[in-house]
Nanobody, 119 residues
């Protein structure tokens, strides 16, 4: 599958952004879609993942502020980010894998990323 992220930008602390991940290619399999981020000089970390049955998984650092959603398999997967903090500044990537879903698993397909900067 191919993934394309959009929606990044610059925002002040306390603001909101919504990222989109458009999935194309072989969508005959219900993929797990996850959002990850990497800040300069830091390791990549999992942010949120949407499961195939509506269950979601979030990193502790974003739980309660970020929401992952997908209306159906043909729509983009969204990451709604509220109450943004400067420490949320990073390149955000979406990724796909076959089930099982969850942040602890390795993801096979990756997008190019979209930059989020919080000041």
């Amino acid at each position: 599958v191919q993934l394309v992220e959009s929606g990044g930008g610059s925002v002040q602390a306390g603001g909101s952004l919504r990222l989109s991940c458009t999935v194309s290619g072989d969508t005959s399999v219900k993929h797990c879609i996850g959002w990850f981020r990497q800040a300069p000089g830091k390791e990549r970390e999992g942010v949120a993942t949407a499961g195939t049955y509506g269950n979601s998984d979030y990193a502790d650092s974003v739980r309660g502020r970020f929401t992952i959603s997908q209306d159906n398999a043909k729509n983009p997967v969204y990451l709604q980010m509220n109450s943004l903090k400067p420490e949320d500044t990073a390149m955000y990537y979406c990724a796909a894998r076959n089930p099982p879903c969850g942040l602890r698993f390795a993801y096979a397909s990756w997008g190019q990323g979209t930059q989020v900067t919080v000041s």
